[in-house]
Each structure stands twice: as C-alpha cells, then as structure tokens.
C-alpha cells in the first residue's frame, strides 16, 4: 500500500504530540505547492521524492546557528519584515525576511503582504537559534481536498522486542512495526536517532500505515514530550534550588518540587541537545513531565530546559 510521501510528512510535522485523546486515528493533510517541492528538492540536494523527508528532518533539527533550516509554521502575527509562527506544540519561532526573501502560494510569486494570520507557511533559511529563522524563501501553503490519509499512534512506551514497539495511550495498547527505512527523531534533543536510542517510558509519535490486525507499520518515529493530560502531569518554572535528586521551581510566586530518578531524562531544547542533571542550575526556566505525588511534589520522567515564556 502506498500513499504520498509529502503529505505525510507535513501532517508528521503539524501533528507531532499534538493528539492525546485517541491512540489511533486518520488525519487529513496538507500537501506542498510546486515551487516549495522544487525549492526543498534543491537545498536537500536531493531528488523531489526525498524532499519532504528532508523537510521533518530539519524541522526537528531546529538549532545549529547559520545552518540550513527548513520548517513548518502556523502564522500568529506579522510585524514589518518578521512573520511570528508557531509549531502545534505552541513553540513560538520568528521568521525575519528581507528584501531578497522570495515568497510563493500555489507556485506564484507573491509578497510578504499575501502572508496571514491563521495560513500555514513552509519556511527555508538559515538558522539564528532554535527559535529564530532567517528565510530566504516562504512558500504559503494551500490545504488540499481531502486525500489518501496516513494512519498515526502516539503513546508511551512499554516494550520494544526486535523491531516492533509496543505503546499504551488512555489504557490502549498499539503494536508499531518498524522497518529498515523506518525513519527515528528525538524532539528533545532536536536530532535523528535509531531504534536502539528509544526506550521504555518513551513518549513516540508514530506515523504509518494501519495494518489488517490493527498494528502499525511506521515510516517515522518520534519521540518527545507528552502532552499533559492522560499522558502524565507537567510543570514549568525557574530553578530556585537544587538538593541531590530534587529540583524547586518557582512560578509566578507558586513554588513546585520536582523529584529525579535514574530514568529521568534531560534535554536542553535551547541547545538542542540531550543534558543531565548537573548541567541544570538555578535561574534556568524548566518544563517536566511525570507523575504527580500526593504531597504535591511531581516525580518527573523528563525535564527539559526551555526559553522563559516571553522569550524567543
């Protein structure tokens, strides 16, 4: 069975720990016009059948100052020559343009002005830092008619045996079959990884094709961080304190205790990179996921140091 690879891989981007309330479902998707195609195809140096992998993978690798950047935004604002954008994780990116930035929409030239609030825009430049671009081209992209659908899973963990992931989500459990051209990701760490980095306790978002005994056999694998809610209880706040194992955070007056284990993993999301513990240290604003105490405290399976709201 064969569906077209472009669409899944803008949904794979726009859709990423973006669904918590069904472990599977259909989506539809948005499909690139022809100038982004033959843009994308160029700066990937590769062939136009590769460009839209090419494209999720330097979405997730969003950090590395100067280098080649490609992304996917949802448009919140525009001031001037900078376009404010947001992944469907909520992270906020700026897109500074220029007068030598080229802009497209159904592979017609147009202008900054045609860019509004609320389109969906694939963006090509340099990166600043991990939420800055500098674009040398924006392409609006046109939502299609619905097409042929790509089947996704998102959940956590619960074993790996050979080739095949087990995930649970809301008490459902889901088989992911993966293959030799199964493309992995870390989201917190901003890089492609390979089967063997992943491990139980894991949150992935996974995108395939459904098979007839209900299991996935997927194309991408990502793994990130959980949404709050049925896949586990979240905090965000500046490090005040650091005893051993525990962290205290403060936000907005309200003060949080985190607690660590020697299965908590840190990132760095800033740098793009995977950090442990004693790289943290009071003043920086964290965001972790775990499981919530009955004393209030909150036993985190990841931690990961973010820009302050505010901050880009």
Known sequence: MERPSVRAKIAGILTIL?????????????????GILLLLA????????????????????????????????????????????????????????TTSTTFTRDGVSVSLSAVKVGEIIGVVGSSNDAWSISATHVEILVPEKPGPASDTAVGSITSITGTTITIQNDGKTTTIKTTATTRFFNKIEGKQVTLRDLKVGDFVFAEGILNNDSSLTADEVVAGIPPKG???????????????????????????????????????????????????????????????????????????????????
């Not at 973006?18 to 022809?34: D, Q």
């Open 18 to 34: 973006g669904r918590s309330k069904h472990n599977l479902k259909r989506k539809r998707v948005y499909t690139l016009g022809i």
């Open 230 to 312: 049925p896949q586990g209880d979240s905090g965000g706040g500046y490090i005040t304190r650091i005893t051993g194992t525990t962290i205290t955070i403060q936000n907005g007056g309200k003060m949080a205790t985190i607690k660590t284990t020697t299965t908590t993993r840190f990132g760095d999301k800033r740098e793009g990179k995977q950090v442990t513990l004693a790289d943290l240290k009071v003043g920086d604003f964290v965001y972790a996921v775990g499981t919530l105490n009955g004393d209030g405290s909150l036993t985190a399976d990841v931690v990961v140091i973010v820009n302050p709201p505010g901050q880009s």
């Open 42 to 97: 160029l700066v990937a140096a590769g062939s136009s059948a590769n460009a839209a992998g090419s494209t999720t993978k330097t979405s997730t690798n969003e950090v590395g100052q100067g280098s080649i950047r490609k992304d996917v935004l949802m448009v919140t604002g525009v001031s001037g020559h900078t376009i404010d954008g947001k992944h469907k994780d909520g992270t906020a990116v700026n897109v500074i343009t």
